[in-house]
């Protein structure tokens, strides 16, 4: 993908920037005059002022009531595997010892 | 573990649990778990919008997180790490199978934005409330349509409300980037629920 021009960023920036209302005010009435002046600015402002209200009403999707039960099986196998994997490499590790006496 | 020590952990910050677990206090784990569960499911569902999956990716999720607990450094967010983590393992399972644009776009009694659909702004008149509903479900479709990287860049921001020094850290890439890609990602997003939003109605 292309990336973004010095210029496009900079766009971007004075556009979230003023959808959000954190637009420094010596700042604002130049791009409201540009705005004003530039149709494209002005969609791009309408579009992200629509989409991120729509997106911030988007239901909040949390796991099932089974998630609990599955992740707390899958963390008792991991711990498992851990304790056998130590007792291995104890058990390697005791075995050279012996090998070096 | 006493009940008082459980109870400490419960108020302890993201990191401060973390490095509980890297010190070896294993029900720091459940902890976090409880912490990031739904808001991992949630970012990981509006990226995939397959229900299937989400529920084994959140678990790998937390799964990589204790089995990599020793690389885990205080100088970045907790959440901030397990996004990233998240986010890797989707784009992975992603390449994998392939098939995310194969997914149905027709209504499916086991999508969640179907049975959990719910609003909160009793501002809304009924027609209103409809069209803000067809045009979530709308929305939802388009975003499955965006280039991955502006669709992870929105919903981490406008779904997940990060702020933009978090996404460019799970995403990897400069802050203009991350900005340019919200503002450009909106931009498509309208322009593909179009005919669905007045934005009179908001």
Known sequence: MNQPSPEDNILSEFILEYTEGSIEDAVKCSFEELMNSDCHIQHAVNANKVISFLLGKMPQIGVSDKFDRKMAAAFAIELEKEVENSQKQRLSRSNSNELIR | ?202
Request: aromatic content about 8%.
């Open chain 2, 1 to 202: 573990m006493k009940a008082s020590a459980t109870v400490k952990l419960h108020q302890m910050s993201d990191e401060d649990v973390m490095e509980q677990l890297q010190a070896g206090v294993v029900q720091a784990f459940d902890i976090i778990v409880h912490r990031y569960k739904d808001r991992l499911h949630n970012f990981l569902y509006r990226y995939t919008h397959n229900h299937e999956d989400c529920e084994d990716l959140v678990q790998e999720t937390f799964l990589r997180v204790y089995r990599s607990r020793h690389s885990y450094e205080r100088i970045a967010k907790l959440s901030t790490w397990m996004y990233t983590i998240a986010l890797n393992l989707a784009k992975s399972m992603y390449k994998k199978k392939k098939r995310m644009s194969l997914i149905s776009i027709h209504a499916d009694e086991s999508d969640p934005d179907d049975r959990e659909f719910e609003i909160t702004d009793t501002n809304l008149l009924q027609d209103d409330e409809l069209h803000l509903k067809l045009s979530m479900n709308e929305l939802q479709k388009a975003l499955m349509k965006l280039n991955d990287d502006f669709r992870e860049a929105i919903i981490l921001r406008d779904i997940q409300q990060l702020t933009y020094e978090e996404i460019a850290e799970i995403t990897g890439t400069a802050m203009g980037t991350v900005k340019s890609r919200i503002n450009r990602g909106r931009q498509q997003l309208q322009e593909l629920i179009g005919d669905y939003v007045h934005s009179e109605t908001f």
